[in-house]
């Protein structure tokens, strides 16, 4: 997925004094790679004002140095350096040679499309690739991945190969096509991309900004949205989330993913005009999206899938979701909403039945049904130590640590 998006959260984070102010004046502008390599700007049709090309798709600007950020990104990247640590896993199996390290923001739809790539290739007996997850919570994030860029680029997800001859892949849509061939069948590659451009394009987006909009929406929701984006990441990033959240963090992630009642409003539209649009394609009984005797699972459907993941909800993401009850309403409502519909419904199939390919373990459990057993599998985050410290035997030493952080912090 070929888009650019000039935009900086780390510039955006504001603090109690002015000297640490930073403004972007920059505008927003989402760029397409076409056919002829040249770059043009792209315009859609909206059902009011706010153009969609205004919501931020995903952000592969140079991030400036860590040396000229504000005191409190030098502070918290400095803790992350000392007390954190990326970790590697150890190989799954003796055939499993070629390690890929995969950083994301855990709960991120961008890079569940990637981690299930993986997880297809890592279930394959016949593939030597195994990988290991490093996620962090949101600009955190960007401590790790602008570390492995040669151009400063902070998005994720981002595939770092042990190979330092192979590049660092910084694009949810470049790493399945690189890692994950036989997601795109010759046949239907033209169809396959098309879906697949238009799901990056419309669905990714605003389903991303519908998520930040309804949590940052009410103070008492900050709780929920520091543990959804603080799971599987080290100690001290969810620390300092928690502490940074409500002292600029939460509107640096507004202005750069453009959040704003009116283009909440758009991107709830949108959304259910791409689910009215593909249940349509699937009311002819298809099974995939792609129609055709010798086609199946595609790279469309896994898109579609992912992307829809953080509204859908479907039980196989259940380590990485929150609770029904610490869920804004209107995303609950929604949710229920698309999950009706054909779309919503295929979505929840190809979670079942393509989450995790060839050899994954299932978890059985017990479905409402009384002496009906069901088998679902729940995704599992792949990780090495995160921790620099032991928890059980540097508890002491963190809290100083964290401590030490606060009272800087609080200080900003």
Not at 121 to 143: G, Q
Not at 301 to 328: C, F, N, R, S, Y
């Amino acid at each position: 997925m070929k888009f650019y998006t000039q935009f900086n959260i780390l510039s955006t984070l504001k603090f109690n004094k002015p000297e640490q102010r930073i403004s972007v004046s920059s505008p927003i502008y989402i760029l397409r790679l076409n056919t002829r390599k040249s770059f043009q700007r792209i315009e859609m049709s909206a059902s009011n004002q706010i153009k969609s090309n205004d919501i931020p798709v995903e952000n592969l600007r140079q991030t400036k140095s860590f040396d000229k950020a504000p005191t409190p990104i030098r502070v918290a990247k400095a803790l992350c350096d000392t007390l954190q640590t990326a970790g590697k896993r150890a190989p799954p199996s003796p055939t499993k040679t070629t390690h890929v390290r995969l950083i994301t923001i855990g709960p991120s739809h961008y890079c569940e499309k990637a981690r299930w790539g993986l997880d297809l290739l890592e279930n394959d007996p016949a593939s030597t690739l195994y990988y290991t997850e490093d996620a962090h919570p949101p600009m955190f994030h960007s401590f790790a991945s602008v570390a492995t860029s040669t151009t400063g680029q902070s998005m994720v997800p981002a595939l770092v190969p042990d190979d330092i001859s192979k590049p660092v892949l910084h694009d949810s849509t470049v790493i399945l096509k690189k890692y994950c061939p036989f997601l795109y069948p010759a046949s239907y590659l033209d169809e396959v991309d098309q879906m697949e451009q238009d799901l990056d394009r419309r669905l990714g987006p605003t389903v991303r900004l519908m998520i930040y909009y309804n949590f940052f929406s009410d103070k008492k929701y900050d709780p929920s949205m520091v543990e959804l984006m603080s799971r599987n990441t080290s100690v001290i990033e969810s620390f300092l989330m928690d502490k940074m959240l409500n002292r600029g963090l939460k509107e640096g992630l507004k202005k750069a993913m453009g959040i704003s009642d009116a283009k909440a409003q758009l991107s709830e539209q949108i959304i259910r005009d791409v689910f009215e649009e593909y249940s349509k394609k699937l009311s002819d009984g298809r099974p995939y999206l792609c129609k055709g005797e010798n086609v199946g699972f595609t790279a469309a459907d896994l898109t579609l899938a992912a992307l829809a993941g953080p509204l859908i909800m479907p039980k196989e993401l259940t380590p990485i979701h929150l609770k029904v009850e610490q869920i804004p309403p209107r995303l609950y409502a929604l949710k229920q909403e698309l999950r009706e519909t054909l779309a919503g419904q295929h979505i929840i199939s190809i979670y079942h039945k393509h989450r995790f390919g060839i050899g994954a373990a299932e978890i059985q459990t017990k479905s409402s049904c009384k002496n009906s057993p069901t088998s679902f599998r729940m995704i599992s985050i792949k990780q090495g130590r995160r921790n620099r410290i032991p928890v059980a035997g540097g508890v002491v030493l963190a809290a100083a640590v964290a401590g030490g952080a606060a009272a800087i912090l609080s200080k900003m």
